[in-house]
């Protein structure tokens, strides 16, 4: 189930990690990504459900890691050129991992672990989050296939009762 994975990397991320605040993102177009869960801290103005464009907002660490499925960290977001300073004080976040969930070579959104201050990212955590995010990836694409699976045999025994194929 996709919620339950949702959470399952949200608590992992919070208790083996030790960031503030976890952020998943679903989708692959950086102009419509659904903000899928939220954990730690609560977040002064992403909620469950809401979509965001990084485009519009002209976010481009968040974008970058999205279309070119790579890693993006920073320690300081005061200090970072790369980032949006008007975003990081709406976030209040100040230290950054931005990880792309990628499943058979198809983005399928965002893993962002945050802290509220600097913060230096250690190999292991970077480590870690990587190897969460690859196991979140695997996840969401199995609760995805299993979806679809799931609505064809609705489909099929809808068809088989009432004796016509749809």
Avoid: C, F
């Amino acid at each position: 189930h996709l919620e339950a994975v949702l959470a399952a990397v949200g608590r992992t991320a919070l208790d083996v990690l030790h960031v503030d605040r976890v952020h998943i993102l679903l989708g692959s177009d950086p102009r419509r990504l659904s903000v899928a869960h939220l954990a730690g801290l609560p977040h002064p103005e992403l909620r469950k459900g809401q979509v965001l464009d990084l485009a519009a907002m002209g976010d481009s660490l968040h974008r970058r890691a999205l279309e070119q499925q790579v890693r993006l960290e920073t320690e300081d977001w005061a200090r970072d050129e790369r980032v949006n300073k008007e975003i990081a004080r709406r976030w209040a976040g100040a230290a950054a991992l931005i990880l792309p969930l990628v499943a058979r070579k198809a983005t399928l959104g965002l893993l962002v672990l945050t802290s509220a201050s600097p913060h230096h990212w250690t190999e292991d955590q970077v480590d870690v989050a990587e190897a969460l995010a690859s196991q979140a990836s695997v996840a969401l694409e199995n609760a995805r296939l299993y979806d679809k699976a799931r609505r064809a045999y609705r489909e099929g025994a809808r068809s088989t009762y009432t004796g016509r194929e749809e």
